[in-house]
């Protein structure tokens, strides 16, 4: 079965979170509390403070993980915008080519055009085809763009390995 490759980083950090919430934290908890003094005990503290924040992450973690994992690649279009596609598009100001990909929120990076599902312009460009013209008011101002290319996550994943 085909899953996503954000799944797979995930769940490389949930591995490494995970032993270092079984191993390394009861280690430095086991040495914070041979100090004594639980009341004014700086190192046990920020070992349970980091205890608490590993536990969070890692139900965090598993959370999204079986929600991934679980999601129905037949309910994502396959022939207009959608969670996963690769989109170029043309900025009918400037003639500039821009191409943003929709990721979901842990795969975030803008200055490489990954942008969220539920970002301003991911919004925008959701159902729609190539030749649809988009209009985006971001901060700057209202954005005007073409639809040039659309590439599914179907196409991306099971089709067409080289784009």
């Given amino acids: 079965m085909l899953e996503?490759?954000?799944?797979?980083q995930l769940k490389e950090e949930l591995q490494k979170l995970d032993k270092e919430l079984r191993i390394d934290v009861p280690r430095e908890l086991k040495k914070a509390a041979a100090?004594?003094?639980?009341?004014?005990?700086?190192?046990?503290?920020?070992?349970?403070?980091r205890?608490?924040?590993?536990q969070a992450r890692v139900a965090h973690l598993n959370a999204r993980i079986n929600m991934l994992v679980s999601m129905n690649f037949e309910n994502i279009p396959k022939d207009v915008i959608g969670f996963g596609s690769r989109i170029h598009l043309e900025d009918l100001n400037s003639g500039e080519a821009v191409v943003y990909e929709l990721v979901t929120p842990e795969e975030v990076d803008a200055r490489n055009g990954k942008i969220s599902v539920s970002s301003p312009i991911g919004r925008a460009?959701?159902?729609?085809?190539?030749?649809?013209?988009?209009?985006?008011?971001l901060p700057g101002g209202v954005k005007e763009y073409e639809v040039k290319e659309v590439y599914t996550?179907?196409?991306l994943l099971f089709r067409k390995p080289d784009r």
């Avoid at 996503?4 to 797979?8: E, G, R, T």
């Avoid at 460009?125 to 008011?137: R, S």
């Fill in 35 to 49: 100090h004594g003094d639980f009341k004014e005990n700086s190192e046990y503290d920020a070992a349970k403070q």
């Fill in 125 to 137: 460009l959701m159902n729609k085809a190539v030749g649809d013209e988009i209009n985006i008011t």
């Fill in 153 to 155: 996550l179907h196409d």
């Fill in 4 to 8: 996503l490759p954000i799944v797979k």
């Fill in 51 to 54: 205890q608490s924040f590993l």
